[in-house]
């Protein structure tokens, strides 16, 4: 538009120019040709010259128009076509958004060859197929992408581990994973993702080989890491004790980085595996030396559960912690269970109505119930168990409302039962309870 408008306004200049310049004399022009002769003015003459050039430029134009008529019409479908494209996209993208699996499914797919981004359509449609639980559509519609784009083999790679993960084809992952890994070694978003399907598996192996690398490339927060390798080497102390190998517990252990080997967690898994396959000595070290490190009440009341040969030496170790601990229940308690071991009945029963009197427990009750029968005390005995029953009841879900006496006839029988003596009763009448 603003071409044509110069056009104009350039060509109303030239002719106000001429006119101008022939207003007072038109000039003279002759032209020959053998027999014939033209003659007419100047101006005339630059008038036709004019209208024979504009003439010739329509009809070049014309004939150039004509000729690219099929090519530009293409064109033009072409881009009528993308523009349909966007708009199913963009409307796929807000089903999916909202939900309506099937009908996203449906407007992704519609136009997807004609996309000017076809992976995204394809990729999105394979979501939405995940989510109708279409596993067959959803590959599909992932070989599709990675056709449509040959280079996007991670992107399509990455989508299609996302997707079987979610639904729960961990093994399919797995493979994809190592797959992209192989083809990507440095990227850091499949190894992030290894990472977690390992956890997930729990392939504790791999996943501490592959721990080194996400240090090494800052790919996980240190926090991160830290935890993970902590609930790999829980995972595999648990294997190892449920599989009864003592030895392969020992050896792993071993393999356990030093600032790890007094973790709590990590102490005390290992303890309770030694002290059930019978190693109650080296149980016994474990958590003292962990204690040693990092004051830990589980690791305490661990430690007061091993029955060693020699609960004196046990209990010595533990009345050092009294330091700095005195009023701690869980000590008190642990204290209690180690002087009842060595028979020190007297110094037991302190210990725990020390700890009752500051954190009262149905264990601790039922413990010092017993401790009290062993002394003699049988009423004594019998008021501990009587709170441990009041604190327990505490806890305990409130029951459901009795049922009404016209329910309970309502459901009972009318008829006499027969006793097993063959003896015709008459049911009694419930009765209220008290």
């Not at 110069?6 to 022009?29: H, I, K, M, P, S």
């Not at 000017?116 to 596993?135: F, K, M, S, T, W």
């Not at 003699?376 to 008021?383: F, K, N, Y």
Request: no cysteine.
């Amino acid at each position: 538009m603003m071409r044509f408008l110069f056009a104009a306004l350039a060509t109303l200049g030239v002719v106000t120019a001429l006119v101008l310049l022939f207003r007072e004399d038109a000039g003279y022009v002759m032209i020959g040709y053998g027999r014939w002769q033209v003659e007419t003015t100047l101006a005339m003459l630059l008038f036709l010259l004019l209208l024979a050039f504009a003439t010739l430029y329509l009809l070049i134009r014309f004939l150039v128009n004509t000729y690219s008529m099929p090519r530009r019409l293409a064109e033009w479908r072409r881009e009528r076509r993308r523009r349909l494209a966007r708009r199913y996209l963009n409307r796929g993208l807000i089903a999916l958004a909202e939900g309506k699996w099937a009908q996203a499914e449906k407007l992704l797919i519609r136009h997807a060859g004609d996309s000017e981004n076809p992976l995204i359509n394809y990729l999105a449609a394979a979501r939405a197929a995940q989510q109708q639980g279409a596993l067959d559509r959803r590959d599909h519609y992932l070989k599709l992408a990675h056709e449509a784009v040959p280079d996007a083999d991670i992107a399509v790679g990455l989508s299609q581990a996302e997707l079987q993960i979610a639904g729960h084809q961990m093994e399919q992952a797995l493979a994809t994973l190592n797959h992209l890994r192989e083809i990507a070694p440095r990227h850091e978003y499949v190894l992030r993702m290894l990472l977690r399907l390992h956890e997930r598996l729990g392939d504790w192996e791999q996943l501490l080989a592959l721990l080194p690398e996400a240090r090494r490339r800052h790919v996980l927060p240190v926090e991160q890491a830290n935890r993970l390798e902590t609930e790999a080497y829980l995972g595999l102390i648990e294997r190892s004790g449920e599989q009864g190998d003592l030895e392969g517990l020992r050896t792993l252990w071993k393999r356990v980085p030093r600032h790890l080997q007094h973790d709590p967690d990590l102490a005390l898994a290992y303890a309770r595996r030694l002290d059930a396959l019978g190693e109650h000595t080296e149980a016994e070290g474990v958590l003292r030396k962990a204690i040693r490190q990092h004051w830990d009440e589980r690791l305490v009341d661990a430690y007061g559960r091993i029955r060693t040969d020699h609960p004196e030496t046990q209990l010595q170790h533990a009345e050092a912690w009294l330091e700095g601990h005195e009023n701690n229940p869980v000590l008190l308690l642990a204290l209690a269970r180690l002087a009842m071991q060595s028979r020190l009945w007297g110094k037991a029963r302190g210990y725990l109505e020390a700890s009752l009197g500051m954190h009262p427990t149905v264990e601790g009750y039922q413990m010092l119930a017993s401790l009290l029968e062993q002394m003699g005390e049988s009423e004594a005995a019998i008021e501990s168990l009587r709170k441990g029953m009041a604190l327990a009841a505490r806890h305990e879900p409130a029951l459901p409302p009795p049922r009404q006496a016209e329910d309970a006839e309502s459901h009972a029988p009318a008829a006499e039962a027969v006793d097993s003596d063959g003896a015709q009763t008459t049911p009694a009448p419930a009765q209220s309870a008290q």
